[in-house]
């Protein structure tokens, strides 16, 4: 493609898939930690209640574009439960280590992502840019998977302290692999985050639609809406044979 030097990737649903079970056994995992922790919670009811504290911290990201942190939604689902803990406590650090562990243990590369990769390596610099609350489990699922060292350049949301799509994270990206915005190519599967946001930053863009295209259960968020379609030029791919093409300056790609 016409300038581009490099390329960035956004994480969930773009290379990697969450088993659908995941959130349901990382919350079991939470629970149980702040159990043994002496905390008597019942987990349904904790189940709920985090939920709604989620929802409520997911609520204000949108407003502001800043990044929350899990702790916050525990501390205050505790909070409304009659459980005082600070969200620094130590009881709620082990306790999102735990339910971070749940998605260590049941996220999946998607087929052929490697290889793609490692196809393009060479030619390309390439960066991460994922919206994940708790940085250390984001770098871990990446090692575990044996992808991170493919990428100059990983960024996560809740290390800069705001998240996809503010302007802020994709500047932070192309300072970082010393690209201006022209020169860069980003690929993601969330219309808003990922595909505007890019495009508001004067980044071409590769709508990936992988995971929606075959029916794959989304990466386990709070709330599961309908994706949108983007509402700003981009290219539409469905496989990385797709993205490969693309970048050789040949394939036939879908309108939206
Ligand atoms: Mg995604």
Same mark, same amino acid.
């Given at each position: 493609m016409d300038g581009i030097r490099g390329i960035g990737f956004d994480l969930f649903n773009t290379?990697? #898939?969450? !088993?659908?079970w995941a959130l349901s056994e990382a919350v079991g995992r939470l629970c149980s930690s702040l159990q043994d922790?002496?905390? +008597?919670?019942e987990r349904e009811i904790f189940h709920k209640a985090h939920r709604q504290? +989620?929802? %409520?911290h997911i609520a204000e990201t949108h407003r502001d574009g800043r990044e929350t942190h899990n702790r916050f939604w525990i501390s205050t689902a505790l909070c409304r439960l009659g459980f005082a803990l600070e969200p620094d406590d130590p009881r709620i650090s082990r306790s999102v280590e735990r339910y971070f562990s749940a998605f260590q243990d049941h996220c999946r590369l998607i087929p052929g #992502?490697? !290889? /793609?990769?490692g196809a393009i390596k060479d030619r390309y610099r390439l960066g991460l840019l994922s919206n994940f609350t708790h940085p250390p489990a984001a770098r871990a699922i990446l090692e575990g998977l044996g992808i991170a060292s493919f990428f100059e350049v990983t960024v996560i949301s809740g290390e800069i302290g705001y998240r996809k799509p503010h302007a802020l994270v994709f500047d932070l990206l192309l300072n970082r692999?010393? =690209? @201006? +915005? %022209?020169e860069l190519l980003y690929v993601g599967d969330d219309p808003e985050p990922d595909i505007e946001g890019a495009c508001s930053a004067g980044i071409r863009t590769v709508w990936t639609t992988y995971v929606r295209d075959r029916n794959i259960p989304l990466a386990p968020g709070v709330a599961q809406?309908?994706?949108p379609t983007p509402n700003c030029p981009t290219l539409r791919i469905s @496989?990385?044979?797709? =993205? =490969? /093409?693309? =970048?050789?300056g040949n394939g036939d790609f879908r309108d939206l």
């Open positions: 290379l990697i #898939t969450v !088993e659908p922790d002496g905390i +008597a919670v504290a +989620a929802l %409520q #992502t490697k !290889e /793609m990769l692999l010393g =690209l @201006s +915005a %022209q809406e309908q994706l @496989s990385w044979e797709e =993205l =490969l /093409m693309l =970048l050789d």
